[in-house]
C-alpha cells in the first residue's frame, strides 16, 4: 500500500473524497462519544472535593522553608512542592522547577523563546533556514501539535519495543544541526504504554548533538502512575545517567506532570 508520501496529488484527492463520505456516513447515524483522555471518574472526582476548601482564611500559609505563600512566590515553585516532585521523580530538589498545572503551555511557551528568542544564546531558532524535530510514532499527538504550529519539520522515528529507534535518532541528532530537539514520553509512552529500555536511555545520554542548542522533551508523565498498581516499569534516571557519561545536562529538558 502506498504512503500518503508515495501518492500523486489526483491519488490524494480521490482519497480525501471518499474518506469525507465515510465521515458522512458515520456523522448520519448521530453518535456522541467523549474522546478525552486522562478524565477523572466520578469517585475520583468525589475523593478530590476535600482540596476544594483545605486552604481556607485559617490556614498557616508559612511554608516550612520561611515563605510566606500569600506572597509573591518564588521564580523556581514553593519549595515544599520541589521537594515532593523531586522524591517521586528520583532527583534532586534544584533540578525541579515547579509552574502551573499545565505541562503542555510549559513545553509549548519553550519552543515559543525557542524560536522568538533562541537556547542559551543561539539563533532564534525563527531566524534559522530549517528547524527539525524527532517525533517517535505511534507518539502523543499533542506533542506533534506543538512543532506543527510552528511549522517546524517533523521526522517520524518507529517505536520498538524498548523505546525509539536509537540508530535513527543517533543519525540525525548527532550528523544534523536543523535537529533542534525530540519528543519522548519515556515511561509507559502515549499511546503504547512502552517503557524505554536502560539501553535506550543510556543511548539517549550519550548522544553528541551537532546542534548546540538541541533538546530532549523528557515527558515523564507518567512516573508514578504504578502508585496504583502493583505492577511497575522501572527507567532509569536520565539525569544520572547523563553524569555519568560526562553529558551536559543542559541539552535535556525534563518536564514531569500526573495526569
Not at 498545572?101 to 525557542?114: A, K
Request: overall charge negative; aromatic content about 10%.
Amino acid at each position: 500500500m502506498k504512503t500518503y508520501a508515495d501518492m500523486t496529488r489526483e491519488e490524494l484527492l480521490a482519497l480525501k473524497a471518499e474518506l469525507d463520505e465515510q465521515f458522512k456516513t458515520e456523522e448520519a447515524k448521530g453518535h456522541s462519544f467523549n474522546m478525552a483522555r486522562g478524565k477523572p471518574g466520578v469517585s475520583q472526582l468525589v475523593l478530590s472535593m476535600p482540596m476544594l476548601s483545605v486552604i481556607n482564611d485559617e490556614s498557616d500559609m508559612n511554608t516550612v522553608l520561611g515563605n510566606d505563600t500569600r506572597n509573591y512566590g518564588d521564580w523556581d515553585g514553593i519549595g515544599e512542592c520541589r521537594r515532593m516532585m523531586a522524591g517521586m521523580l528520583g532527583v534532586q530538589k534544584d533540578n525541579v522547577i515547579v509552574c502551573g498545572n499545565s505541562s503542555l503551555n510549559i513545553m509549548y511557551d519553550t519552543v515559543v523563546r525557542s524560536m522568538v528568542r533562541g537556547v542559551n544564546g543561539s539563533k532564534p531558532w525563527c531566524k534559522l533556514d530549517k528547524v527539525k524535530f524527532l517525533c517517535p510514532v505511534p507518539g502523543y499527538d499533542r506533542h506533534f501539535k506543538i512543532t506543527e504550529v510552528f511549522d517546524i519539520e517533523m521526522i517520524n522515528i518507529p517505536m520498538r519495543d524498548d523505546g525509539p529507534d536509537m540508530d535513527l535518532v543517533e543519525q540525525y541528532v548527532n550528523h544534523d544541526d536543523a535537529v533542534k530537539g525530540i519528543w519522548c514520553v519515556p515511561k509507559y509512552s502515549n499511546p503504547t504504554g512502552i517503557s524505554y529500555s536502560d539501553e535506550v536511555v543510556r543511548r539517549f545520554a550519550n548522544l553528541k548533538p551537532k546542534a548546540e542548542d538541541f533538546r530532549i522533551f523528557w515527558d515523564n508523565a507518567y512516573c508514578i502512575h504504578h502508585l496504583y498498581d502493583d505492577r511497575q516499569d522501572e527507567i532509569l534516571n536520565i539525569l544520572d545517567e547523563c553524569e555519568k557519561q560526562a553529558t551536559p545536562i543542559w541539552f535535556t529538558f525534563f518536564v514531569p506532570h500526573p495526569k
